[in-house]
């Protein structure tokens, strides 16, 4: 199985200011469509978790461009530019390259 | 567009088998080729992918492989989830979800309780 290891496990940050957020795969998410399979969502507080990244960058409609994503191979990072606070919740990364699905253990993002 | 809702039993006792539905609105659930997936989220813990189907085919995690079952009823948009001789580690948030495509349910919480 594939391991997604995420630093920090929780992070305060100051209204505007950025985050950042880490995810360490165990192996490459690059298949062999030359796509890499990792996405990025956040749970609000009693809320099922929505998407925001897919494939490493790519920002799901609607998502606003605050939120982006980078890395490539076995190392990625979700950056948020200035935090709000609608921005709380925690944040999983996941992989589809190969079943099982897994994720992250999830970073909680909240507002100092 | 899609949505997804779960239903079934929101307490379930011990030893006996949790049965959930998740009906599909918005697409065809055997129009094009998707993988539909049941996730769950015991209280206060991460996410833990159970099991997919697609295109007929079923992929289980191995953890829980020999307790469940996933299953699709074309007729009615819905595909169903069975878990057997459910235990208190069973207890859980369950979200139906086409994953891929960043759509889930709003989940339902099962306790496993007698």
């Known amino acids: 199985d594939i391991v997604l290891t995420q630093t920090p496990l929780s992070l305060s940050v100051t209204p505007g200011q950025p985050a950042s957020i880490s995810c360490k795969s165990s192996q490459s998410l690059l298949n062999s469509d030359g796509k890499t399979y990792l996405y990025w969502y956040l749970q609000k507080p009693g809320q099922s978790p929505q998407v925001l990244i897919y494939e490493i960058s790519s920002r799901v409609s609607g998502v606003a461009d605050k939120f982006s994503g980078s890395g490539s191979g076995t190392d990625f990072t979700l950056t948020i530019s200035r935090v709000e606070a609608e921005d709380v919740g925690v944040y999983y990364c996941?992989?589809?390259?190969?079943?099982?699905?897994?994720f992250g253990g999830g970073t909680k993002v909240e507002i100092k | 567009q899609l949505q997804l809702q779960e239903s079934g039993p929101g307490v379930v006792k011990p030893s006996e088998t949790l049965s959930l539905t998740c009906t599909v609105s918005g697409d065809s659930i055997s129009g094009r080729s998707y993988y539909w997936a049941w996730i769950r989220q015991p209280p206060g813990q991460g996410l833990e992918w159970i099991g997919s189907i697609f295109n007929g085919d079923t992929f289980y995690n191995s953890s829980l492989k020999s307790r469940v079952a996933i299953s699709v009823d074309s007729s009615k948009n819905q595909f169903s989830l069975r878990v057997n001789f459910v235990t208190a580690a069973d207890t859980a948030v369950y979200y139906c979800?086409?994953?891929?495509?960043?759509?889930w349910g709003r989940g339902i919480l099962v306790t496993v309780s007698s």
């Open positions: 996941m992989q589809g390259l190969n079943l099982p699905l897994t």
């Open positions: 979800a086409r994953p891929y495509g960043g759509h």
